[in-house]
């Protein structure tokens, strides 16, 4: 039944965390639970990103450094990929359609994680010039997904289906225009985490709501608080 299970999974191009020849070998427990999150954080930067990516640095620091971690690189290319591209998207295509992009793809890891035990960052340069970063990890006995950093903004937000990312000029009253935009439409704010250098600079607010939001909404929204970056996070089942 278990090697029939795997087949199965094989057959589908989806990951088998017990296959040998899969990513350096037989993925272990420690490193397992990180493979979903990766996904979800691959997700969220190409969401994020405003041009095509061009290279990609998977990093990994933490406890982690000590494990084969192959399999982070392989989970980050799905999760890109997996809203981008109209095929489906598996573990064992990932790496193929990078290639076809031109994408250059490292995997780089150490022992340094000041704040977690461990922390996931994907690190990409895109078509424009411009550099992203998104940033999770995992946290208490019941290892809660959570995105921790969108560049150089430090939050603390668990991972759900719908968030809204947004960057404008802090200043007072903002918070209450998305707010109230928000609720006259029938949309549930579920969490909020908003992060600022200083009064007056660059604040990132990223919001976890309740449902999907329509692209009128969201261009009504981004224009009403002149947003230098609006974007919907809508994640996919992985």
Same mark, same amino acid.
């Given at each position: %039944?278990?090697?029939?299970?795997?087949?199965?999974?094989?057959?589908?191009?989806?990951?088998?965390?017990?296959?040998?020849?899969?990513?350096?070998?037989? /993925?272990?427990?420690?490193?397992?639970?990180?493979?979903?999150?990766?996904?979800?954080?691959?997700?969220?930067?190409?969401?994020?990103?405003?041009?095509?990516?061009?290279?990609?640095?998977?990093?990994?620091?933490?406890?982690?450094?000590?494990?084969?971690?192959?399999?982070?690189?392989?989970?980050?290319?799905?999760?890109?990929?997996?809203?981008?591209?109209?095929?489906?998207?598996?573990?064992?295509? *990932?790496?193929?359609? *990078?290639?076809?992009?031109?994408?250059?793809?490292?995997?780089?890891?150490?022992?340094?994680?000041?704040?977690?035990?461990?922390?996931?960052?994907?690190?990409?340069?895109?078509?424009?010039? *411009?550099?992203?970063?998104?940033?999770?990890?995992?946290?208490?006995?019941?290892?809660?997904?959570?995105?921790?950093?969108?560049?150089?903004?430090? /939050?603390?937000?668990?991972?759900?289906?719908?968030?809204?990312? %947004? %960057?404008?000029?802090?200043?007072?009253?903002?918070?209450?225009?998305?707010?109230?935009?928000?609720?006259? $439409?029938?949309?549930?704010? $579920?969490? %909020?985490?908003i992060a600022r250098?200083? $009064?007056?600079?660059? $604040?990132?607010?990223?919001?976890?709501?309740?449902?999907?939001?329509?692209?009128?909404?969201?261009?009504?929204?981004?224009?009403?608080?002149? *947003?230098?970056?609006?974007?919907?996070?809508?994640?996919t089942e992985v």
């Open positions: %039944m278990s090697v029939a299970r795997s087949v199965r999974l094989a057959l589908g191009g989806d990951l088998v965390p017990d296959a040998v020849n899969v990513a350096g070998g037989v /993925i272990d427990p420690y490193v397992r639970p990180g493979i979903p999150l990766v996904e979800k954080l691959g997700q969220i930067f190409s969401a994020l990103a405003q041009s095509p990516l061009t290279s990609l640095d998977v990093e990994v620091h933490g406890e982690l450094n000590d494990y084969d971690v192959s399999v982070l690189k392989l989970a980050a290319l799905k999760g890109i990929f997996t809203n981008v591209v109209s095929d489906t998207v598996s573990y064992v295509n *990932a790496p193929l359609l *990078a290639e076809q992009r031109g994408v250059a793809v490292r995997l780089l890891k150490d022992e340094v994680s000041e704040e977690y035990r461990n922390i996931i960052t994907l690190r990409g340069a895109l078509s424009d010039g *411009a550099q992203l970063a998104v940033s999770g990890t995992l946290t208490g006995p019941k290892q809660v997904e959570k995105l921790v950093a969108i560049n150089e903004h430090a /939050i603390e937000l668990p991972i759900e289906k719908h968030h809204v990312v %947004m %960057m404008y000029t802090d200043r007072p009253g903002i918070v209450a225009v998305y707010g109230q935009k928000f609720g006259e $439409a029938g949309i549930n704010i $579920a969490g %909020m985490q250098e200083a $009064a007056g600079a660059q $604040a990132l607010s990223v919001l976890t709501l309740d449902s999907p939001v329509s692209d009128e909404l969201l261009a009504d929204i981004s224009a009403a608080i002149d *947003a230098d970056l609006f974007r919907q996070v809508e994640l």
